[in-house]
């Protein structure tokens, strides 16, 4: 698997859903889903503790909602518009991490190995990103213009 291009880790990307409470819970929902799939790959349970998956979290996090990656060696997380987004906020290893766990670090994530460790996950949250278009209401979609039926753009024009 190739690692994260460092343009790519640095890139801000666009939003393509609005983040409100529903959309911010069902990508939560999203990361435990994830996360216990790959649990059970493991062979370990499922669970609802979401701690050591901020890797995809941050991901699915900027693909959905935008912005950039941002982190630390113990944490990664997404900037958008100069704020934390995080879908781990309330997970156990981030709230032991206290006021640490935003500390932006930016050759950390922009390390050779940490790009690489982010790259074994791409596939996977390419997956799930897929999962999130079924789960996420439609109306919340920023680009839906895009995506409206034939009779739909008919309408608007009659």
Not at 4 to 11: F, N, P, Y
Not at 39 to 60: M, N, Q, V, W, Y
Not at 124 to 145: G, S
Request: net charge negative.
């Amino acid at each position: 698997m190739e690692p994260l291009s460092k343009s790519d880790v640095s890139a801000v990307y666009p939003p393509r859903y609005e983040l409100n409470q529903e959309t911010f819970s069902i990508a939560q929902g999203l990361i435990r889903d994830l996360w216990n799939e790959r649990r059970l790959e493991h062979g370990l349970p499922p669970t609802d503790d979401r701690s050591s998956s901020c890797k995809f979290a941050s991901l699915i996090a900027r693909e959905l909602f935008g912005g950039r990656l941002a982190g630390n060696e113990m944490h990664v997380f997404v900037l958008r518009d100069g704020a934390v987004l995080d879908l781990n906020e309330e997970q156990t290893d981030v709230l032991l991490l206290a006021e640490q766990a935003h500390h932006e670090i930016p050759k950390c994530i922009q390390h050779r190995d940490y790009r690489a460790s982010l790259g074994t996950c791409m596939p996977r949250v390419r997956h799930w990103i897929k999962v999130a278009e079924e789960r996420m209401p439609a109306t919340a979609r920023l680009d839906r213009a895009l995506v409206v039926g034939l009779d739909e753009c008919e309408a608007l024009i009659i």
